[in-house]
């Protein structure tokens, strides 16, 4: 896939919930031609194989370019009730979450330069595939070998992600690959700041340190044809309140990063990503819409739980509000158009509506990016 990095501006990171799902596939095909999208494969909900995720990543990019990883995240264990649990039930979830954890435990096994998980890459010929690794320090030679057998295998664009945890013997790697490929910007450097919206400066620090640091580990010529993308999301827990303005930090960390790297913009598509700690499913649910704007999101929560109202009060709430511009002209838009006027026929579930806002989002960040960027409009 012959992919030139720097002619994106927008790199939105998406894990396979059903959510992300609706979020992406209802963009338009101009939208989808307007981004590179990073897909991390994940569960996409509790007791789904891991073919189920490879099945749905094929029916989602058919044969649009994109960035393949894999999410570390484990599937987690079954749940279990305090008071006549169902142990049968019990029994199939947790078999099925294993199935799962053996799956991921395989595609990290780093023998033979993480063959499993280039085996698993070559079913998607328009990937980019995204390094693995879980100890740079030790698996040096190993991360070396997936690059050059994944580029023999004709991908030639290559990715490597680093986040805060991540060991420092991999710039050195980093070094090493860039020296294997013909150009240095046949490899995209991600680096993720996480998600949250405490310690921005600290987190836009180690953005700058580390792509200094894989300077450092180049050619100086390698260096200025390296493209980077700061990656981190602001979108957690909205305040509580019926409406609120809540607005985003993403652009403050990305600005600050920016101030010696020219830094692409990648997010996670507006979606706070939970850390489960077993697969318990709480009963309660209240509605929230949410409106994205360039730098905020229009947030509002219904106070009733368990209240489909809550979907159509929320809906005239957001767009009847002054805080409201009004510019999202997408699926996402028109869904909150229709409940609006009171229709909310076979979108009366939370997954819909978080797959609005990511879908609004997404394309709202776009045009903000390209305008950030000195792109302009698309």
């Known amino acids: 896939m012959q992919v030139d990095f720097s002619q994106y501006y927008y790199f939105p990171c998406l894990q396979c919930s059903e959510p992300e799902q609706i979020g992406y596939s209802e963009l338009t095909n101009e939208d989808k031609d307007a981004i590179l999208p990073i897909i991390e494969l994940s569960q996409i909900k ?24 894999l999410s570390k995240d484990r599937a987690p264990p079954a749940y279990v009730a305090k008071n006549n649990p169902d142990h049968a039930r019990i029994a199939r979830i947790q078999a099925a979450q294993d199935a799962y954890n053996q799956a991921l435990t395989s595609l990290l096994t780093p023998t033979d330069g993480f063959s499993t998980w280039r085996t698993l890459v070559a079913n998607f010929p328009n990937a980019i595939p ?20 994944l580029s023999k295998d004709g991908y ?15 710039f050195s790697v980093i070094g090493q690959i860039a020296a294997i490929l013909d150009s240095a910007s046949q490899l995209l450097i991600i680096i993720d700041c996480g998600q949250g919206r405490q310690r921005i400066s600290e987190r836009a620090e180690f953005a700058k340190l580390a792509i200094a640091r894989i300077h450092e580990e180049m ?55 939970y850390k489960k700690t077993n697969t318990f499913m709480p009963g309660d649910w ?44 997408c699926w996402g838009s028109e869904l909150l158009a229709k409940a609006k006027s009171g229709n909310i026929d076979g979108v009366g579930s939370a997954r819909f509506w978080h797959g609005a806002k990511i879908n609004m989002h997404i394309h709202r960040q776009i045009r903000h990016a390209q305008a950030k960027l000195g792109g302009g409009e698309p």
């Open 156 to 170: 030639a664009r290559l990715a490597v992600r680093i986040t805060q945890e991540t060991n420092e013997a991999l």
């Open 219 to 273: 050619e100086p010529s390698q260096a200025l044809v390296l493209t980077a993308v700061c990656l981190n999301d602001s979108y957690t827990s909205p305040p509580d309140g019926i409406l609120k303005l809540y607005e985003s930090c993403s652009w403050h960390l990305w600005s600050q990063a920016s101030e010696k790297f020219p830094f692409l913009f990648g997010d996670y598509g507006s979606n706070y990503r």
């Open 130 to 149: 995204v390094l693995q690794f879980t100890d740079p320090e030790t698996q040096s030679n190993q991360i070396l070998r997936q690059a050059a057998q």
């Open 46 to 69: 509790y007791e789904a194989s891991f073919e189920e995720t490879v099945a749905v990543i094929s029916s989602m990019l058919q044969d649009r370019p994109f960035v393949l990883d």
């Open 286 to 329: 209240k509605a929230q819409v949410v409106y994205p704007m360039e730098e905020a999101w229009l947030v509002y929560k219904h106070p009733d739980a368990q209240d489909a109202q809550g979907w159509i009060e929320g809906a005239k709430a957001v767009l009847d509000s002054p805080s409201c511009d009004k510019k999202n002209e």
